[in-house]
């Protein structure tokens, strides 16, 4: 099997993202979910005002230090700062490797509780290649399934299916243009179910889908995963510690991720921002091997605080750039498993929780 022209460039890419200390600064909100999230800070959801706040994040000085990839929206792929350098460039002088949201959102499955699949592969090929002459150098695709009971009937195996196999064909589509793909298979952590359950159903999710990139010959050194930490259900009555995700997280992957992955960067799922980071340093010094990076790609477990400290005023952007490299070293130090609490922020305590969240 040809791994193609791209397997070397595939593979410095994907290590130098999972790099020790550093993680990736999920900014592809698209510009409904940013909406959101101006909404709470009394910012009108624009494009200059969009701009602005990706200016922010992106010219921080010394974001390098712990932030390896960025992911962005499409339009924030195409945009630049106020002196008209594109955010490619701003991002590639500072040593962090620009990626790109390439999901277009997901759809309902037919005949399924409720259950859904991601669209988006008619023309992946294409705006793929796209994106790589534009600079981007990593992509990601994001699968939903949800745990709507506790006798293990969701994620129905249709769903695991139909999902696992459209993020293999993404995967494989992504490599063939010179990407490498983040998979995302996300397990919602809505609902009642203790720990146990979502553990088992994580499994399910993710064994699903390291056989399907195994049978569409996806390179996995050139590739990334993208799972929730296993947590329990958002309404049971009693939530698992730090020390009990890390402990079922860790278990999980060892049964299903194969060592030839470089790096596993976690969702925040809604967690706060501070026990986003405290889970990832926890998850760091689980029991037994753990022979890939455990690391981070964060959107509101990077910025809550970070756009309070804004509220879309210029004299403001240097305070909140403090806060968002505050934050981005705290899981730094988490992926070394070196970060012992106490950062803090406006929102750093604060649940960023949305139910049957989509972005």
Known sequence: MSLGPFAAELIETARSIAAPGKGILA??????????????I??????????????????????????????????????????????????????????????KGIKPLAGTNGECVTQGMDDLDTRCAKYYAQGARFAKWRAVLHIKDTIGATPSQVAI?????????YASICQQNGLVPIVEPEVLMDGDFDISVAAACTERVIAACYKALSDHHVMLEGTLLK??????????????????????????????????????????????????????????????????????????????????????????????QEVLKARARANGLANLGQYTGGVGGEGANTSTFVKNYTY
């Not at 900014?27 to 909404?39: L, N, P, Q, V, W």
């Not at 329990?232 to 278990?251: C, F, K, M, N, Y």
Request: aromatic letters at 6%; proline letters at 6%; one cysteine or more.
């Open 161 to 169: 299916d139909e999902n696992a196999n459209t993020l293999a064909r």
């Open 227 to 320: 799972p929730n930490m296993v947590r329990s259900g958002s309404d049971a009555a009693t939530q698992a510690t730090a020390d009990e995700i890390a402990l079922a997280t860790v278990r999980v992957l060892q049964h299903t991720v194969p060592c030839a992955v470089p790096g596993i960067t976690f969702l925040s799922g809604g967690m706060s921002e501070e026990d986003a980071s405290l889970a990832l340093n926890a998850i760091n010094h689980a029991p037994g091997p753990r022979p890939w990076s455990l690391t981070f790609s964060y959107g509101r477990a990077l910025q809550q605080s970070c756009l309070r400290a804004w509220k879309g005023v210029d004299e403001n952007v240097p305070a909140a």
């Open 27 to 40: 900014a592809d909100e698209s510009t409904g979910t940013i909406g959101k999230r101006f909404d709470a």
């Open 42 to 103: 009394n910012v009108e959801n624009c494009e200059p005002n969009r701009r602005k706040y990706r200016q922010l994040l992106f010219t921080t000085a010394g974001l390098e230090e712990h932030i390896s990839g960025v992911i962005l929206y499409e339009e924030t792929l195409y945009q630049s700062t106020d002196d008209g350098t594109p955010f490619v460039d701003v991002l590639k002088s500072k040593g962090i490797i620009p990626g790109i949201k390439v999901d």
